[in-house]
């Protein structure tokens, strides 16, 4: 606490002690708002430290492309997660015949929900799955 | 009654699986179905791995929203799994096996067969489980 706040926090106490009952009373509904809405910001997954959910890599890169790269400007964080991003999507594509920017949906059927197929979306067999869960560790 | 294989449980969720409507068409005709903490864990994982969801897996709430949805129905019962039975899993024949093997020993001791993809598993377990063609 800065030097004088103590003795300023003093006197806006002093100030609400004095308000009508009415006013004291609606200050202490405000508080409380904020305090829930702080409370909410201090838990809100979305409102985290963003860095608390990131993988730091170390890559070793040909000198020569390494500078190129710098000085294309493809080294920043922001760059980088573009490049992967768009790569990522090529390669859903070329594996799975999964377009960028699909998402899925959860349909009706049956009397229960679904994941329903994205246009051009290969199979996927029994074999795959088996491997997949095969390999999963328990 | 039958306790769905983890495979054909995500089958039954997941309309690019091949068997997805293979597995749909034998639930229509199934009077009661089962699955158990096992099947249904694997099948929640599966809806979250992006190899398994061609590159687009569920969200973790999503997973589960589909997954209650699934054992509401009225057709569906959740067995227990019951401690490992020597004589079924004691006899396994490797430790992937294993997991197979337990899921026969939670549906015998359910009094009912492992209905399943598997075909290798079918063979193993002619009398405890049924291949869903």
């Not at chain 2, 006899?91 to 009912?112: K, M, P, R, W």
């Amino acid at each position: 606490m800065l030097p004088g706040m103590a003795t300023k926090f003093d006197d806006l106490l002093a100030e609400v002690m004095h308000l009508p009952a009415r006013d004291r009373a609606r200050l202490l509904s405000v508080l409380k708002e904020l305090e829930f809405s702080v409370a909410n910001i201090v838990h809100d997954p979305t409102e985290s430290d963003p860095r608390a959910s990131m993988t730091v890599i170390t890559v070793a890169l040909p000198e020569d492309l390494a500078l190129l790269a710098e000085d294309a400007g493809l080294l920043s964080e922001s760059s980088l997660q573009d490049l992967i991003r768009r790569a990522l999507d090529e390669y859903n594509l070329r594996t799975y015949g999964v377009l960028p920017g699909q998402k899925r949906r959860l349909v009706h059927k049956n009397g229960y929900l679904v994941v329903e197929s994205l246009p051009g979306e290969k199979p996927i067999t029994f074999e795959q799955v088996k491997k997949i869960l095969d390999d999963m560790e328990w | 009654m039958f306790l769905m294989d983890t495979n054909a449980l995500f089958a039954a969720l997941y309309e690019t699986n091949v068997h997805h409507r293979s597995v749909t068409q034998w639930l229509t005709t199934t009077e009661r179905y089962a699955s158990c903490g096992m099947t249904q864990i694997g099948t929640f994982r599966l809806l979250l791995t992006p190899s398994a969801m061609c590159g687009k897996p569920l969200e973790p709430e999503e997973a589960h929203v589909m997954l209650t949805r699934f054992t509401c129905s009225a057709k569906h019962t959740f067995v227990m799994c019951l401690p490992l039975s020597r004589l079924i899993v004691g006899q396994t024949q490797g430790h992937n096996a294993a997991v197979d093997d337990y899921l026969v020993q939670i549906a015998s001791d359910a009094g009912c067969r492992l209905a399943t993809l598997d075909r290798a598993l079918a063979t193993r377990w002619p009398e405890r489980t049924f291949l869903i063609n």
